[in-house]
C-alpha cells in the first residue's frame, strides 16, 4: 500500500510525532470554485488549520499516487489545470492506474484520510440525496462512505440542491451521527438552518471528540457529521437563495445533466444566478470548517 500513498512532509512529520492532522478534499478545488479564489481559498485554509494547532492534509490524485498533503504547485495545478477527474470511491483505482489528475470528493477523501489515519477531515458541504431520487436514485456515494468509514467530516450541513430530509433519513437508517455544532437544527450549508432537527448538539469542540473517542472504541465503524452553520454575518437570505437553487435544478433538467456531473453543475449554475454572493458565503462557511476541523482534531488528539 505504501507504493501508491505519498505524503507531504509536513504531513510526515506530523504522523511520525502523533500531531493533530485535518484533511482536506480536494473537488472543493477543481470543481466547486472557479479560479483563482479556489486556490487563494485552499492556501487560507490550511493556514488556518495550522493556526489553530492541527496540520492540514490536502488530498489528491496525481502520477499514480494518493497525495496526502500538497505543495503550492500541485494546489495551483488542481485549481487551473484543464481535465480534472471529479474522483469518487467508484474512480480511485482507475485513476491510480491512469496516472491522470484527480480531485477527490468527500467519500474518496474519507477512504485516504483513513489509509493514512487521519481522523477529522473539514470541507463545505456533503453530498446527499438529490431533490427526486425517487425516480433517479440519485444518492451521493458520500453517504455510503459516512456509514462505512472512520473519519469525522465538518462541514455546513448540505445544500438544499439536495432533499435534507432524504439525507438525515438515509444517515440514519445508516447509524450515522449528525451532531450539531452550536445548533439544534441542521443547517443548509448558505443558511444557519432548516426545518430540520437533529437529535445531539454539542458546543465545544471537546464535547465532539468524547462522542468520536466513545463510538469508536466500542469498535462501530464509521463516520459522523458534524454540522457546523454558517457564520450568521455571512448567511444568505433563504428564500433568496431557494429561489435560485429552483432555478439552477429546472437547467439541469432541461439540459439533461446526469450521474457525476449533476453537483458540479448545479453548484456552477448557483454561482452564476447569485453573482458571485454565493461564492462569498461558500469560502467563509469553509474557512469556519477549518478551523473547527483544527480544534476538533486537537482535542480528539489530547484524549
Ligand atoms: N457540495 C458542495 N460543494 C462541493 C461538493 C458538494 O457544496 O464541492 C462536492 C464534494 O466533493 C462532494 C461532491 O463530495 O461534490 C458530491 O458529489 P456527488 O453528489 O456527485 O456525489
Ligand atoms: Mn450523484
Known sequence: M???ISYSKEVQEALEGKKPIVALESTIISHGMPYPQNVETARVVEQIIRDNGAVPATIAIMDGQIKIGLSDEELEMLG??????KVSRRDIGQLIATKK???????STM?????????VFATGGIGGVHRGAETTMDI?????ELAQTSVAVVCAGAKSILDIGLTLEYLETK??????????????????????DLTFRADDAETLASVLKAKWDLGLKGG????NPIPEEHALEASFINGIIEKAMQEAKDNSIAGKEVTPFLLGKVKELTEGNSLTANIELVKHNAKVGAQLAVAYNNL
Not at 489528475?101 to 467519500?107: D, E
Not at 451521493?140 to 455510503?144: Q, V
Not at 447509524?175 to 430540520?196: C, H, L, N, Q
Open 2 to 4: 505504501t507504493n501508491v
Open 80 to 85: 487551473n489545470a484543464e481535465g480534472v477527474a
Open 140 to 144: 451521493s456515494a458520500d453517504l455510503e
Open 175 to 196: 447509524g450515522v451521527p449528525v451532531i450539531g455544532y452550536g445548533t439544534d437544527k441542521m443547517p443548509a450549508f448558505y443558511t444557519r438552518d432548516s426545518e430540520f
Open 224 to 227: 459522523a457529521v458534524v454540522a
Open 101 to 107: 489528475i484527480g480531485a477527490t470528493t468527500v467519500a
Open 111 to 119: 477512504i485516504c484520510a483513513e489509509l493514512a489515519g487521519i481522523k
